[in-house]
């Protein structure tokens, strides 16, 4: 078994984005030359998420506005910090990290699903750390 580590920088523009990371991420596991595995993706931070799915304009459109419209409260107590309660709470719902299988040196994705990166309090940068686990 052979293990690889490596981090991918996401930098963002906006308070709330949806970013299709699918190909950093492959670029990451040809880099390691695992060919049969286990990858995972896990973000060092608190208020972004990861997700699968299409990577369709319009539904990574739709999850935007989902994330903006689903989790906007006046009332939030962690609000009296720093304003980004909604960021937190829904980074909780969606999740910080992923666990994918590594088939004949690919992500093994289904047709449609890609690797999404939700920012949910930017503009920032985030680390992701990027571990692959398997046989070259």
Known sequence: ??????????????RVEVRDITREVQARLEEAGIVDGVLFLFSLHTTNALTLNEGEPGLMEDLKRWVEEAFARPDYQHDRIDRNAAAHVAASITGNSLTLPVEE????????????????????????????????
């Open 1 to 14: 078994m052979e293990v690889y580590s490596s981090r991918i920088e996401v930098r963002s523009g906006k």
């Open 105 to 136: 040196g690919r992500i093994a994705l289904g047709a449609w699903q890609r690797i999404l990166h939700l920012e949910l309090d930017g503009p920032r940068t985030r680390t992701l750390i990027v571990k692959v686990i398997g046989k070259k």
